[in-house]
Protein backbone atom coordinates (compact mmCIF):
# COMPACT_ATOMS: atom_id res chain seq x y z
CA UNK A 1 0.00 0.00 0.00
CA UNK A 2 0.63 3.87 -0.14
CA UNK A 3 3.52 5.04 2.10
CA UNK A 4 2.97 8.06 3.86
CA UNK A 5 6.20 9.51 6.24
CA UNK A 6 5.84 12.04 9.52
CA UNK A 7 8.89 12.80 10.81
CA UNK A 8 10.05 13.54 13.97
CA UNK A 9 7.91 10.88 15.48
CA UNK A 10 8.33 12.68 18.56
CA UNK A 11 9.72 16.14 19.94
CA UNK A 12 10.36 17.92 22.81
CA UNK A 13 10.94 21.41 23.20
CA UNK A 14 10.70 24.52 25.20
CA UNK A 15 7.94 27.09 25.79
CA UNK A 16 8.07 29.37 22.88
CA UNK A 17 9.93 28.05 20.61
CA UNK A 18 8.75 26.70 17.16
CA UNK A 19 8.34 23.26 15.98
CA UNK A 20 7.92 21.75 12.43
CA UNK A 21 6.47 18.56 11.71
CA UNK A 22 7.36 17.14 7.94
CA UNK A 23 4.24 15.06 6.54
CA UNK A 24 6.02 13.24 3.24
CA UNK A 25 3.98 10.52 0.36
CA UNK A 26 6.88 8.07 -0.53
CA UNK A 27 5.29 6.70 -3.58
CA UNK A 28 2.36 8.58 -4.72
CA UNK A 29 1.34 12.05 -5.18
CA UNK A 30 -1.04 13.36 -2.69
CA UNK A 31 -2.65 17.08 -3.77
CA UNK A 32 -4.92 16.80 -0.65
CA UNK A 33 -2.87 15.88 2.83
CA UNK A 34 -4.65 16.70 6.59
CA UNK A 35 -3.26 17.38 9.89
CA UNK A 36 -4.96 16.09 13.05
CA UNK A 37 -4.45 16.47 16.58
CA UNK A 38 -5.47 13.69 18.49
CA UNK A 39 -5.76 14.11 22.67
CA UNK A 40 -5.35 11.12 25.16
CA UNK A 41 -8.27 8.56 24.25
CA UNK A 42 -10.08 11.18 22.22
CA UNK A 43 -11.07 10.73 18.47
CA UNK A 44 -8.96 12.54 15.55
CA UNK A 45 -9.69 16.13 15.15
CA UNK A 46 -9.56 17.86 11.69
CA UNK A 47 -7.22 20.54 12.05
CA UNK A 48 -6.67 21.76 8.43
CA UNK A 49 -6.98 20.35 4.98
CA UNK A 50 -3.71 21.46 2.74
CA UNK A 51 -3.58 21.27 -1.15
CA UNK A 52 -0.16 22.00 -3.15
CA UNK A 53 0.08 25.04 -4.10
CA UNK A 54 -2.17 26.50 -1.90
CA UNK A 55 -3.58 27.81 1.38
CA UNK A 56 -4.41 25.67 3.52
CA UNK A 57 -8.18 25.57 4.70
CA UNK A 58 -8.40 25.69 8.65
CA UNK A 59 -11.42 24.02 10.61
CA UNK A 60 -13.26 27.14 13.10
CA UNK A 61 -11.15 27.14 16.06
CA UNK A 62 -7.31 26.43 15.05
CA UNK A 63 -5.60 29.31 14.83
CA UNK A 64 -4.20 29.73 11.40
CA UNK A 65 -0.85 32.11 12.80
CA UNK A 66 -0.42 29.56 15.25
CA UNK A 67 -0.16 26.55 13.21
CA UNK A 68 1.60 27.38 9.77
CA UNK A 69 1.23 24.78 7.45
CA UNK A 70 2.59 24.61 4.08
CA UNK A 71 2.20 22.03 0.99
CA UNK A 72 4.73 22.96 -1.29
CA UNK A 73 4.49 20.42 -3.13
CA UNK A 74 2.76 16.89 -4.09
CA UNK A 75 4.82 15.13 -1.88
CA UNK A 76 5.10 17.28 1.22
CA UNK A 77 3.14 18.96 3.60
CA UNK A 78 4.62 20.98 7.09
CA UNK A 79 2.63 21.94 10.13
CA UNK A 80 4.53 24.26 12.25
CA UNK A 81 3.79 25.05 15.53
CA UNK A 82 4.70 28.19 16.45
CA UNK A 83 5.85 30.03 19.83
CA UNK A 84 4.45 26.51 21.66
CA UNK A 85 2.87 26.47 24.72
CA UNK A 86 2.49 23.65 26.99
CA UNK A 87 -1.32 23.40 26.10
CA UNK A 88 0.00 22.58 22.47
CA UNK A 89 1.32 19.71 23.47
CA UNK A 90 -0.46 16.43 21.73
CA UNK A 91 -0.38 13.91 18.70
CA UNK A 92 -0.09 15.39 15.65
CA UNK A 93 -1.16 12.95 12.52
CA UNK A 94 -0.44 13.46 9.00
CA UNK A 95 -2.93 11.58 6.37
CA UNK A 96 -2.82 11.86 2.39
CA UNK A 97 -4.98 11.29 0.00
CA UNK A 98 -3.64 9.90 -3.66
CA UNK A 99 -4.76 12.26 -6.33
CA UNK A 100 -7.89 12.00 -7.81
CA UNK A 101 -8.87 9.34 -5.06
CA UNK A 102 -11.89 9.98 -3.07
CA UNK A 103 -11.41 6.97 -0.95
CA UNK A 104 -8.72 5.48 1.25
CA UNK A 105 -6.49 7.97 3.26
CA UNK A 106 -2.83 6.90 4.38
CA UNK A 107 -1.75 8.26 7.30
CA UNK A 108 1.70 9.35 9.16
CA UNK A 109 3.24 7.40 11.85
CA UNK A 110 2.09 10.67 14.17
CA UNK A 111 4.32 12.68 15.96
CA UNK A 112 4.26 13.19 19.50
CA UNK A 113 4.81 17.31 20.77
CA UNK A 114 5.92 17.71 24.44
CA UNK A 115 6.37 20.80 25.31
CA UNK A 116 7.27 21.92 28.53
CA UNK B 1 -25.32 18.08 13.49
CA UNK B 2 -23.05 15.66 12.51
CA UNK B 3 -22.60 12.27 14.46
CA UNK B 4 -20.88 9.23 14.75
CA UNK B 5 -21.47 6.55 17.90
CA UNK B 6 -20.02 3.83 19.11
CA UNK B 7 -19.18 1.75 22.13
CA UNK B 8 -16.54 3.69 24.09
CA UNK B 9 -14.58 0.20 25.54
CA UNK B 10 -15.23 -3.43 24.74
CA UNK B 11 -13.63 -6.78 26.50
CA UNK B 12 -13.32 -10.18 24.57
CA UNK B 13 -11.86 -13.08 25.37
CA UNK B 14 -9.13 -14.33 23.07
CA UNK B 15 -10.25 -16.96 20.55
CA UNK B 16 -14.02 -15.24 20.80
CA UNK B 17 -15.51 -13.34 18.06
CA UNK B 18 -16.99 -9.75 18.92
CA UNK B 19 -18.40 -6.97 17.11
CA UNK B 20 -18.37 -3.70 17.11
CA UNK B 21 -21.10 -1.34 16.04
CA UNK B 22 -20.82 2.22 14.82
CA UNK B 23 -24.26 4.44 14.01
CA UNK B 24 -23.80 7.77 12.06
CA UNK B 25 -25.79 10.49 11.11
CA UNK B 26 -24.10 13.13 8.47
CA UNK B 27 -24.94 15.39 5.99
CA UNK B 28 -24.46 13.20 3.01
CA UNK B 29 -22.78 9.71 2.40
CA UNK B 30 -20.02 8.47 0.60
CA UNK B 31 -18.21 5.70 2.03
CA UNK B 32 -17.60 4.77 5.73
CA UNK B 33 -14.40 3.49 6.98
CA UNK B 34 -13.37 0.98 9.63
CA UNK B 35 -9.45 1.92 11.00
CA UNK B 36 -7.47 0.71 14.04
CA UNK B 37 -5.16 2.12 15.80
CA UNK B 38 -2.89 0.98 19.11
CA UNK B 39 -1.74 3.25 21.73
CA UNK B 40 0.81 5.91 20.19
CA UNK B 41 0.46 4.94 16.90
CA UNK B 42 -1.28 6.52 13.61
CA UNK B 43 -4.80 4.83 12.70
CA UNK B 44 -4.19 1.85 10.30
CA UNK B 45 -6.66 1.37 7.60
CA UNK B 46 -8.86 -2.15 7.92
CA UNK B 47 -11.98 -1.54 5.74
CA UNK B 48 -14.10 0.67 3.36
CA UNK B 49 -17.64 0.11 2.78
CA UNK B 50 -19.82 2.31 0.46
CA UNK B 51 -22.41 -0.26 -0.52
CA UNK B 52 -24.96 -2.39 1.65
CA UNK B 53 -24.12 -5.68 2.99
CA UNK B 54 -20.61 -7.51 4.28
CA UNK B 55 -17.34 -7.12 3.31
CA UNK B 56 -14.82 -10.02 4.54
CA UNK B 57 -11.15 -9.89 4.80
CA UNK B 58 -10.00 -12.50 6.63
CA UNK B 59 -10.65 -12.66 10.15
CA UNK B 60 -12.26 -8.97 10.04
CA UNK B 61 -15.28 -8.47 8.59
CA UNK B 62 -17.40 -5.29 8.25
CA UNK B 63 -21.23 -4.46 7.73
CA UNK B 64 -23.20 -1.61 6.72
CA UNK B 65 -26.74 -0.56 6.47
CA UNK B 66 -27.43 2.76 4.89
CA UNK B 67 -30.92 2.79 5.36
CA UNK B 68 -30.23 2.38 9.16
CA UNK B 69 -26.78 5.19 9.09
CA UNK B 70 -25.28 1.63 10.78
CA UNK B 71 -22.08 -0.38 10.75
CA UNK B 72 -20.53 -2.58 12.59
CA UNK B 73 -16.91 -4.05 12.01
CA UNK B 74 -16.54 -8.01 13.38
CA UNK B 75 -13.07 -9.88 14.48
CA UNK B 76 -12.89 -13.23 14.46
CA UNK B 77 -10.43 -15.40 16.36
CA UNK B 78 -9.59 -12.97 18.40
CA UNK B 79 -5.81 -12.64 19.36
CA UNK B 80 -4.06 -10.74 21.99
CA UNK B 81 -2.62 -8.08 19.13
CA UNK B 82 -6.28 -7.21 18.29
CA UNK B 83 -6.03 -5.26 22.17
CA UNK B 84 -6.73 -1.59 20.21
CA UNK B 85 -8.89 1.02 19.66
CA UNK B 86 -11.60 0.95 16.48
CA UNK B 87 -12.69 3.92 14.88
CA UNK B 88 -15.26 4.40 12.82
CA UNK B 89 -15.59 7.18 10.69
CA UNK B 90 -17.61 8.28 7.47
CA UNK B 91 -17.05 10.69 4.74
CA UNK B 92 -19.80 13.12 3.88
CA UNK B 93 -21.19 15.18 0.81
CA UNK B 94 -18.23 16.73 1.11
CA UNK B 95 -15.83 14.29 1.01
CA UNK B 96 -14.68 14.92 4.50
CA UNK B 97 -13.98 12.64 7.45
CA UNK B 98 -16.51 12.66 10.65
CA UNK B 99 -14.77 10.36 13.06
CA UNK B 100 -16.25 8.46 15.69
CA UNK B 101 -14.33 8.65 19.75
CA UNK B 102 -13.09 4.93 18.76
CA UNK B 103 -14.30 1.74 20.68
CA UNK B 104 -11.23 0.44 23.01
CA UNK B 105 -10.94 -3.13 22.74
CA UNK B 106 -9.53 -4.96 25.54
CA UNK B 107 -8.96 -9.04 24.73
CA UNK B 108 -8.22 -10.83 27.79
CA UNK B 109 -6.48 -14.72 27.73
Known amino acids: GAVVSQHPSRVICKSGTSVKIECRSLDFQATTMFWYRQFPKQSLMLMATSNEGSKATYEQGVEKDKFLINHASLTLSTLTVTSAHPEDSSFYIC????????????FGEGSRLTVL | GQNIDQPTEMTATEGAIVQINCTYQTSGFNGLFWYQQHAGEAPTFLSY??LDGLEEKGRFSSFLSRSKGYSYLLLKELQMKDSASYLCAVMDSNYQLIWGAGTKLIIKP
Open chain 1, 95 to 106: SARASGDTGELF
Open chain 2, 49 to 50: NV
